[in-house]
């Protein structure tokens, strides 16, 4: 069965950080680009990071970039995501997707995980 | 900095009719990159629609995506009680790289 699953979310105070960890299975994750997409209380989806296949090419949302790392180890099939200097705003449940790349076509993000919350609180 | 519109924000409707969702975008888009999503109370995001207009695996085909430019549309031609959702767009692109609507709640009338 094709499963992303994360995990490493809870509740942090604001400055703190936290790594998310998005395990996969059941597919070739090192074919695949990967992304983290949180969502807000009660918000829609937001974008924050997407790296490639090999780990060469990483792009982040503004809101994030440099605070956020994203990385990838294909060896053990995991996507990580390091979140230092966290804010209130930052307080999302965490999803991780996946990405089967393309130059011509985007193929949309076809898999997701369950998500893992994170809460940015005193 | 593109931004996607999706009108209206709730839609209200019965079983068995159409349901047709709107997504707009401030600049053009590229077709072959705008994808629909589904999301669920309590779930993660479900794609529907990928390229515009090609239905992703094991998605009905009571589901079609239209449209070019700027003006995408999702249509749900006959509603069945498990597609009352929220509906997102989302557009691939320069900046932001990855860009979603914000939604459109379908909701039983």
């Known amino acids: 069965e094709v499963q992303l699953v994360e995990s490493g979310g809870g509740l942090v105070q604001p400055g703190g950080s936290l790594r998310l960890s998005c395990a996969a299975s059941g597919f070739t994750f090192r074919s695949f680009w990967m992304h983290w997409v949180r969502q807000a209380p009660g918000k829609g989806l937001v974008w924050v990071s997407r790296?490639?296949?090999?780990?060469?090419?990483?792009n982040y949302a503004d809101s994030v970039k440099g605070r956020f790392t994203i990385s990838r180890d294909n060896a053990k099939k995991t996507l990580y995501l390091q979140m230092n200097s966290l804010r209130a705003e930052d307080t999302a449940v965490y999803f991780c997707a996946r990405e089967l790349p393309d130059s011509h076509i985007y193929y949309g993000m076809d898999v997701w995980g369950q998500g893992t919350t994170v809460t940015v609180s005193s | 900095e593109i931004v996607l519109t999706q009108s209206p924000g709730t839609l209200s409707l019965s079983p068995g009719e159409r349901a047709t969702l709107s997504c707009r975008a401030s600049q053009s888009v590229t077709s072959s990159y705008l994808a629909w999503y589904q999301q669920k109370p309590g779930q993660a995001p479900r794609l529907l629609i990928y390229?515009?207009?090609s239905r992703a695996t094991g998605i009905p085909d009571r589901f079609s995506g239209t449209g070019s430019g700027t003006d995408f549309t999702l249509t749900i031609s006959r509603l069945e009680p498990e597609d009352f959702a929220v509906y997102y767009c989302q557009q691939y692109g320069s900046s932001p790289m990855y860009t979603f609507g914000q939604g459109t709640k379908l909701e039983i009338k």
């Open positions: 790296i490639n296949s090999d780990g060469s090419i990483i």
């Open positions: 390229d515009a207009s």
